[in-house]
């Protein structure tokens, strides 16, 4: 089968489900803008400051849209309702871009790029087939062609990488004779440009993201490749965007139940993971069907209306990842360690493991490489880390994870806020074996706050008990049981109260094991569970599970199951009974379990 082939009736399917995504996006903003200032500023200093901007919204239950991704939802608009005047919606995303500019941020933190890529989405698109001005078209071209694209080794991550050459190669081809900021002309720059973006991509896919799974980062990631799919004139780019495309679905569906991706992620904050369907649950949607359709709702997701507007069509194989899975399974994931800038001499890696039901996933770092002590990427290590979570199928609400909350400096940095990351503490180990997790944490450093907590928002969940130190919650028809040591206690108060606890030592320990299927109810598992314990003496943290399983983990991260030593080394970029891709090969298997077939992209 070729790796773009559908039959006529899945296409109809699919181009009914971007279109019905479209209108849902489009009702989301109103065209009714206020009157403009002549410029845009920003309120504060802070390196999340944004220009004080809105979207107005049609319905007062929903959130406000973020001014830097504004433009992926007014592409909905535009696509459904091209009658309307869009000169001022686009004058205002040209006054973004210049408030970006001016306001002294570092470059790798500004995000005038993203707004450049919907500018470029809105011009190739409706360019002559919506109401805008002919002076507006002309200053949306001068943007695209002097704007400041970044150069490779550009102090960037990864996101704002992609999205500056992917933005820069739709210019180049657009504009050929046009002078752009340095000079050159795009046919110039083509060259250059392509070569970057293949160095780019191909290690992307032999190595992985190392924003990997980032509910936020992903759809700027995502934004770029569809861009890139978009311009027609390199076939070679192309078919790299798409299957860079195509791995990062696979990996994203691999890992997730009902749509909702679970297990550790790199580079989140938490407005991006309370709630499963905020970020890469509507992509997976409407390029998979999987789960069953529901009014879209997320004021985060910029990247659906570029899906739904795209060619791109996923490899057929992809779908069934998501939507014939019927026995759980476990999954083994590498990837790249988090450089800024790319750096191609880092080749260590991080192990992650999954473990995945129709009802629940479950997922944790297991070992993490160490960069040398002179190495300058050390700093960014846990950078807006979530290093393990459960979420399940029956609530996207209804989600576990546990971090520190790290100190104030790195918190104003956006490094190491109160929910996620870990950086310049290095402070948690796991070892997981199916349902059974063991976690341990040791704040070592005097700066940072010594204690941990668990983000558990009571109200998600169907039931709650607790006692014997025990937590149990109940989600659908998974138990989750949660033993921290030396105990715990709820947060009363404040804007975490009841949906915190607090485990208040420097050293701690954790047991989570998760029963489904109507294992046992929580009257019937509570006294199972009465005289288990997690013990955390002589260096060592040790649970033996319900299940049957024994876990032991030393400080230095070296875990046991059943009693003998984990080895890390053999683990691939990609793998499990549906899907298997070598660590440092660009291609990658799909198994159909149900008919025993398969197929590599």
């Keep these: 089968m070729s790796i773009r082939e559908t039959d006529k009736g899945a296409e109809v399917v699919y181009a009914s489900r971007q279109q019905a995504v479209l209108r849902h996006i489009a009702a989301m903003v109103d065209i ?99 109401r805008v001005s002919a002076e507006v078209w002309n200053e949306v071209e001068r943007q695209l062609t002097t704007y400041r694209y970044a150069t490779f080794h550009e102090p960037m991550s990864e996101n704002h990488k992609v999205i500056h ?70 076939l070679q780019v192309k078919a790299l965007a798409q299957k860079t495309l195509d791995f990062m679905l696979v990996d994203l569906l691999h890992h997730s139940t009902n749509g909702y991706v ?43 209306s570029f899906f739904a507007t795209s060619a791109y069509r996923p490899h057929p194989a992809i779908a069934v990842i998501g939507t014939e899975r019927v026995e759980p399974y476990e999954v083994k994931e590498r990837n790249v360690l988090y450089t800024m800038p790319d750096d191609e001499q880092v080749t260590g890696s991080l192990k992650r493991y999954h473990y995945v039901t129709k009802d629940y996933v479950i997922g944790s770092i297991v070992q993490k490489d160490e960069l040398e002590p002179y190495n300058f990427h050390r700093w960014l290590n846990g950078h807006q880390e ?77 039931q709650v008990r607790e006692d014997y130190g025990w937590l149990l919650l109940q989600s659908g028809n998974a ?20 949906r915190e606890i607090i485990v208040p030592a420097a050293s701690s320990a954790f047991a989570m094991e998760i029963f489904d299927d109507g294992q046992y109810t929580l009257d019937e598992l509570l006294p199972l569970l009465k005289n288990r314990s997690v013990s955390l003496a002589d260096g060592i943290a040790f649970y033996h599970s319900l299940s049957g399983v024994t876990l032991e983990l030393d400080a230095q991260g070296t875990g046991k199951v059943n009693g003998s030593t984990m080895n890390y080394g053999h683990y691939p970029k990609f793998g499990s009974k549906y899907v298997y891709s070598e660590w440092g090969s660009d291609r990658l298997s799909i198994k159909n379990q149900a008919s025993d077939t398969g197929c590599w992209l």
């Design 32 to 130: 009714d803008l206020p009157d403009l200032p002549e410029r845009l500023d920003f309120q504060g200093t802070g390196f999340q400051s944004l220009p004080n901007v809105e979207l107005v919204q049609s319905s007062g239950k929903r959130k406000p849209v973020s001014a830097h991704i504004e433009g992926g939802f007014w592409i909905a608009k535009m696509y459904c309702e091209p009658e309307h005047d869009y000169d001022k919606v686009i004058r205002r995303l040209l006054l973004i871009v210049e408030a970006e500019e001016r306001s002294g941020k570092p470059r790798y933190i500004e995000v005038s790029d993203f707004i450049i890529a919907q500018l470029a989405r809105i011009y190739m698109l409706f360019k002559g087939t919506i």
């Design 165 to 234: 050459l992917s933005s820069e190669w739709f210019a180049i081809h657009r504009f050929p004779d046009a002078a752009f900021y340095d000079g050159l002309t795009g046919e110039e720059k083509k060259r250059q440009v392509k070569q970057n973006i293949i160095r780019f991509l191909e290690k992307r896919l032999k190595y992985g993201w190392s924003e990997f799974d980032s509910s936020g980062y992903y759809n700027v990631d995502f934004v770029a490749l569809l861009n890139l799919i978009a311009v027609e004139q390199d």
């Design 262 to 304: 679970g297990g550790a992620k790199g580079r989140v904050k938490l407005s991006n993971i309370v709630n499963s369907k905020i970020g890469v649950f509507w992509p997976l949607y409407v390029c998979t069907g999987y789960p069953e359709h529901m009014e879209f709702d997320d004021h985060m997701e910029w990247s659906t």
């Design 386 to 462: 979530l290093s393990w979570s459960i979420v399940f199928a029956s609530n996207p609400e209804a989600l576990i994870f546990s971090s520190h909350p790290g100190h104030d400096q790195l918190v104003d940095w956006g490094m190491h806020d109160y929910w996620t990351g870990d950086t310049h503490c290095d402070c948690h180990r796991y070892v997981q074996r199916r349902n059974v997790l063991l976690g341990r944490n040791d704040i070592r450093k005097e700066e940072q706050a010594g204690w941990i907590h668990f983000y558990i928002p009571k109200h998600a969940f169907d």
């Design 479 to 498: 138990i989750a049981a949660l033993k921290p040591e030396p105990g715990y206690y709820w947060t009363k108060e404040g804007p975490w109260a009841e």
